[in-house]
């Protein structure tokens, strides 16, 4: 009997999966005991693994339902440490309020999209609405989420900078008081109410696992924007350690990297592609190498998210929108609109005015070429990387809940990332990054029952990822198939 079919029998008779399953004759392939990819079985007992044996004599237990996985490989459900949930790739949140039927469809597919690629945790770095990510948990079918709760922004910095004036301090709520601009400040906030621990606090008490904070003198046109001092720095770090939260920190230039690793930084949320006056030296400077060093020392987790700069990418490439991936993941009335001239709205940011799109092609290239560097210079020195997508990092069609990930795999990849050391950072390293890996990120008993079952190793190609059979998530199983979009 084939596997996908034994499985659809077992999703129809859904009273058989409340006790024991038995996953057995499989290739167990955990990240902590990579030099053994064992034939074995796990048991699952309700939402965790009670039972794993790495050996081919181990027998059934009375009662409990047998899946063979003979010829497949079973990974630890993967992580993506850097998603945005409330955002719609392709839309502005002017449009998305707009066209609320299409975004509604959107929102409804988003989760099935993370897990049509075996992505059975999330962690939403700028959970700006509490309301939705409890939307999205009571969903049928989604992926665990965790957050950082409200971005923890200095005044009038990034990215509260893109907010009006006006409305600036209602939407990013949670932030830094700064006595130099107390005139750009509403009289109503008072700074005893807005220091790094009281920010911190906040987020504590939203049920976060980290806090977000960036360094970011801003892009485009916003330059020059106000970023926290060493001593401020210095107090979020005091706080977040005192709640025990995880300390992220925006930043993709040689400079912001330096400040937040001097500052005691957890997580590094992006790669460094802004060198700063170093930006046409042809080789890795030595000083970035010295910087990058202290990363691998101190452990601090690193996320390239290579995809922010690829999904701009993807107004110039003609050929991105008929991604046949893209059909399973997107409803047919978003796909269609994104194909036309008003879908393609975005392009005017990526693009300067009568730029062709070749010139836009090469321009991309040199940060990307600085990103290259970097990440293969840390895969050398087998930094900690954490895997994190920032899907979508801006308002682009070329970041996709789940392709995004696959396609981060592949640059990942390309830059030097060893498979084992892409399969750590989407599991183990992530899972410990975030103190969650007492749930996750292993198969191990005790563990919760989120797993992901493919027909090839991704120990031997990264396009196994790409292979998803079926997904568990706290025990329950999903046949890939009928994750797709369904219109």
Not at 258 to 272: C, E, K, R, S, W
Request: with cysteine; aromatic share 10%.
């Amino acid at each position: 009997m084939k596997l996908t079919y034994l499985l659809a029998s077992l999703f129809i008779c859904a009273p058989a999966l409340a006790g024991q399953t038995w996953i057995t004759n499989v290739k167990l392939v955990s990240p902590e005991k990579l030099d053994r990819i064992d034939t074995g079985s796990v048991l699952i007992q309700d939402e965790r693994i009670v039972r794993v044996e790495r050996n081919t004599k181990a027998a059934a237990p009375k009662g409990a339902t047998r899946i063979d996985g003979k010829g497949y490989y079973l990974t630890p459900g993967l992580i993506d440490s850097h998603v945005h949930l409330f955002a719609v790739p392709g839309m502005s949140f002017e449009q998305a309020d707009h066209m609320q039927e299409m975004a509604k469809a959107y929102f409804a597919q988003m989760p099935r999209s993370y897990l049509y690629y075996g992505y059975t945790t999330v962690i939403d770095l700028a959970a700006g609405s509490r309301e939705f990510i409890d939307r999205v948990k009571a969903m049928p079918l989604h992926p665990d989420i965790y957050d950082c709760g409200a971005p923890l922004v200095f005044a009038n910095g990034y990215p509260s900078s893109y907010a009006p004036p006006e409305h600036r301090f209602e939407v990013f709520s949670n932030f830094i008081y700064d006595p130099a601009q107390a005139d750009k400040i509403p009289a109503r906030y008072k700074p005893e109410d807005y220091t790094p621990a009281k920010g911190v606090a906040r987020v504590k008490a939203d049920g976060a696992v980290c806090v977000k904070t960036h360094y970011e003198h801003g892009f485009g046109n916003q330059r020059n924007l106000p970023v926290m001092s060493p001593a401020v720095y210095g107090e979020v770090r005091a706080a977040a350690t005192r709640d025990g939260l995880t300390l992220v920190t925006h930043g993709n230039s040689f400079e912001a990297q330096t400040f937040a690793v001097n500052g005691g930084v957890d997580v590094l949320a992006h790669g460094m592609w802004h060198w700063g006056a170093m930006n046409n030296a042809p080789e890795l400077p030595d000083e970035i190498k010295q910087l990058l060093d202290k990363i691998v020392e101190r452990n601090i987790g690193y996320q390239p998210t290579m995809q922010v700069l690829y999904g701009l990418r993807a107004y110039v490439d003609p050929e991105y929108l008929n991604t046949p991936a893209l059909a399973r993941l997107l409803p047919p009335t978003m796909l269609a609109w994104l194909k036309t001239p008003e879908g393609n709205w975005f392009k005017e940011e990526v693009a300067e005015e009568d730029q062709t799109d070749e010139a836009v092609r090469q321009g991309m290239e040199a940060p990307l070429r600085r990103q290259r560097q970097v990440v293969a210079y840390l895969a050398s020195k087998n930094a900690n990387f954490l895997f994190g997508t920032d899907t979508p990092s801006s308002p682009t069609y070329g970041n996709i809940p789940g392709l995004n990930g696959y396609l981060e795999m592949q640059n990942l990849r390309k830059a030097g990332l060893s498979l084992e050391q892409i399969l750590k950072a989407a599991t183990i390293n992530n899972a410990r990054a975030f103190h969650l890996d007492k749930d996750v990120g292993t198969i191990e008993p005790g563990k919760l029952a989120n797993l992901v079952l493919m027909k090839e190793s991704p120990l031997k190609d990264v396009r196994a990822y790409d292979t998803v059979d079926t997904v568990w998530v706290r025990g329950k199983p999903t046949a890939r198939a009928s994750l797709a979009v369904t219109e």
